[in-house]
């Protein structure tokens, strides 16, 4: 409302120009002419300010006051490439940051420090400890302001990572080839079987989640954690995309952390079933029920696999399929009476680096306690990592294999039928790890 009227472009840097019958307009910024000297305010705006801001003014305080400057924190940071004991790291620069002091240092190793200048994102940390994990100090220093602002992350080297199995897709399906105006790009994005939707128990809305990335395969073990009862049958329900003539689900869990999703670890399976699309929706959506042990340790997290395929390798955890999504997940074993599915979610950055520490991530320091070291009738044995489906062995000192099994739920073995002698107990074939134990 304080602007003028303008009867007509004010070309040019005059500041005589009459607009309707006025001198007060100059020029501001709803003119949109091409000038080279665009003046947001007239020339009577710019005295009014000036009365209020200048000495004597009723705001004169706004004026003097300091400007406070908002600086930013680095939020996260990306790995470039890991070559002998270094790793590229960048990340996204914050708010009003020029300066980066980044200091590094593994568990029992010393610090090392570095400072990135001129506004790159970009740094080189050398001298890591091989195959160990290290924490990084980010901090972001504060445009004219004698403040850094630090934030903590894990480096942790590839190796040192859960790898599940690969597994992919063989053959793409062009469900609407007959369509000329749909090119394949398209068929392939919205024209895939593919699982849009996962709820457990009615109670954990993961939609966001499971979301189709026309890959075919979805990793969001560090993303989430799902949360199953360990003493009660679980509800899975699972929303899918289908345009095959018929669908499977299968879900495993990896008890062992090895990464196989073998069929011993499979805890639910659709057979084939032929699709019915009575209401022409294309979209099914099916509650899987899920029975775990009562004997499960509480609180362990295991990972977990959804296979959705239309073919008949559907009851497979690994390899090539022809249609459909594979998807992998983090699930924490929880009894009934303390099941919290909504709280759990935000466990798993809390859990990450002591599933690290504890080697369940590691496959070559596998720690094995066997108790009694002079048994009656059964042993204990007690590992820092899942022993679920692992094979074992007991031998003899002749290296005959006296029993022989998989550790399932408790690790508690019977041994009343040996011998009384000295016996050497094998977990997945290490004979380096042998424990031994006196049969009384």
Same mark, same amino acid.
């Given at each position: 409302?304080?602007?003028?009227?303008?009867?007509?472009?004010?070309?040019?840097?005059?500041?005589?120009?009459?607009?309707?019958?006025?001198?007060?307009?100059?020029?501001?910024?709803?003119?949109?002419?091409?000038?080279?000297?665009?003046?947001?305010?007239?020339?009577?705006?710019?005295?009014?300010?000036?009365?209020?801001?200048?000495?004597?003014?009723?705001?004169?305080?706004?004026?003097?006051?300091?400007?406070?400057?908002?600086?930013?924190?680095?939020?996260?940071?990306?790995?470039?490439?890991?070559?002998?004991?270094?790793?590229?790291?960048?990340?996204?620069?914050?708010?009003?940051?020029?300066?980066?002091?980044?200091?590094?240092?593994?568990?029992?190793?010393?610090?090392?420090?570095?400072?990135?200048?001129?506004?790159?994102?970009?740094?080189?940390?050398?001298?890591?400890?091989?195959?160990?994990?290290?924490?990084?100090?980010?901090?972001?220093?504060?445009?004219?302001?004698?403040?850094?602002?630090?934030?903590?992350?894990?480096?942790?080297?590839?190796?040192?990572?859960?790898?599940?199995?690969?597994?992919?897709?063989?053959?793409?399906?062009?469900?609407?080839?007959?369509?000329?105006?749909?090119?394949?790009?398209?068929?392939?994005?919205?024209?895939?079987?593919?699982?849009?939707?996962?709820?457990?128990?009615?109670?954990?809305?993961?939609?966001?989640?499971?979301?189709?990335?026309?890959?075919?395969?979805?990793?969001?073990?560090?993303?989430?954690?799902?949360?199953?009862?360990?003493?009660?049958?679980?509800?899975?329900?699972?929303?899918?995309?289908?345009?095959?003539?018929?669908?499977?689900?299968?879900?495993?869990?990896?008890?062992?952390?090895?990464? +196989?999703?073998?069929?011993?670890?499979?805890?639910?399976?659709?057979?084939?079933?032929?699709?019915?699309?009575?209401?022409?929706?294309?979209?099914?959506?099916?509650?899987?029920?899920?029975?775990?042990?009562?004997?499960?340790?509480?609180?362990?997290?295991?990972?977990?696999?959804?296979?959705?395929?239309?073919?008949?390798?559907?009851?497979?955890?690994?390899?090539?399929?022809?249609?459909?999504?594979?998807?992998?997940?983090?699930?924490?074993?929880?009894?009934?009476?303390?099941?919290?599915?909504?709280?759990?979610?935000?466990?798993?950055?809390?859990?990450?680096?002591?599933?690290?520490?504890?080697?369940?991530?590691?496959?070559?320091?596998?720690?094995?306690?066997?108790?009694?070291?002079?048994?009656?009738?059964?042993?204990?044995?007690?590992?820092?990592? +899942?022993?679920?489906?692992?094979?074992?062995?007991?031998?003899?000192?002749?290296?005959?294999?006296?029993?022989?099994?998989?550790?399932?739920? +408790?690790?508690?073995?019977?041994?009343? +039928?040996?011998?009384?002698?000295?016996?050497?107990?094998?977990?997945?074939?290490?004979?380096?790890?042998?424990?031994?134990?006196?049969?009384?």
């Amino acid at each position: 409302p304080d602007t003028p009227n303008s009867d007509a472009p004010n070309y040019g840097i005059s500041k005589n120009h009459v607009s309707c019958g006025s001198l007060d307009m100059v020029e501001n910024f709803m003119d949109y002419s091409d000038d080279e000297i665009m003046s947001i305010f007239t020339e009577g705006q710019k005295q009014r300010m000036r009365t209020v801001f200048d000495e004597g003014g009723t705001r004169r305080k706004l004026a003097e006051s300091d400007k406070e400057l908002i600086c930013g924190t680095v939020e996260n940071y990306r790995t470039i490439v890991e070559i002998n004991n270094k790793v590229w790291i960048e990340w996204d620069a914050p708010f009003n940051s020029y300066e980066y002091i980044i200091k590094y240092k593994s568990e029992n190793g010393n610090e090392h420090t570095k400072t990135v200048k001129g506004g790159k994102t970009k740094a080189v940390l050398d001298q890591l400890d091989p195959d160990t994990i290290h924490e990084i100090q980010i901090g972001a220093v504060c445009r004219n302001k004698n403040e850094v602002n630090y934030n903590s992350f894990m480096y942790i080297p590839d190796n040192l990572h859960y790898a599940p199995c690969e597994t992919s897709i063989s053959e793409l399906h062009n469900t609407d080839n007959q369509n000329d105006n749909n090119d394949y790009d398209d068929d392939i994005e919205y024209k895939a079987d593919h699982i849009s939707e996962i709820m457990v128990n009615d109670d954990v809305d993961m939609t966001n989640y499971s979301n189709y990335n026309d890959q075919f395969y979805s990793n969001f073990l560090w993303n989430t954690l799902l949360t199953f009862k360990a003493d009660a049958e679980n509800s899975l329900y699972i929303g899918a995309e289908i345009y095959s003539l018929d669908y499977s689900f299968a879900i495993f869990i990896d008890y062992n952390w090895d990464g +196989s999703f073998t069929q011993d670890e499979r805890v639910h399976f659709t057979p084939p079933t032929i699709f019915y699309d009575q209401y022409n929706t294309s979209y099914i959506r099916k509650e899987l029920t899920i029975k775990l042990s009562k004997d499960l340790p509480f609180g362990e997290i295991y990972p977990m696999r959804i296979a959705y395929r239309t073919d008949s390798k559907a009851a497979t955890g690994c390899g090539a399929f022809d249609a459909g999504e594979v998807e992998d997940y983090f699930v924490v074993i929880s009894s009934e009476s303390d099941y919290s599915p909504k709280e759990s979610q935000n466990i798993l950055n809390d859990n990450y680096l002591s599933l690290v520490k504890s080697n369940k991530l590691l496959n070559k320091k596998d720690k094995i306690t066997l108790f009694p070291s002079q048994a009656t009738n059964s042993i204990n044995i007690k590992t820092n990592f +899942s022993p679920m489906n692992s094979v074992f062995e007991i031998i003899n000192t002749l290296g005959q294999v006296k029993i022989k099994g998989k550790l399932k739920y +408790s690790p508690i073995i019977d041994v009343s +039928s040996l011998k009384p002698g000295i016996y050497h107990f094998v977990l997945n074939n290490n004979k380096k790890n042998a424990k031994s134990f006196v049969k009384l």
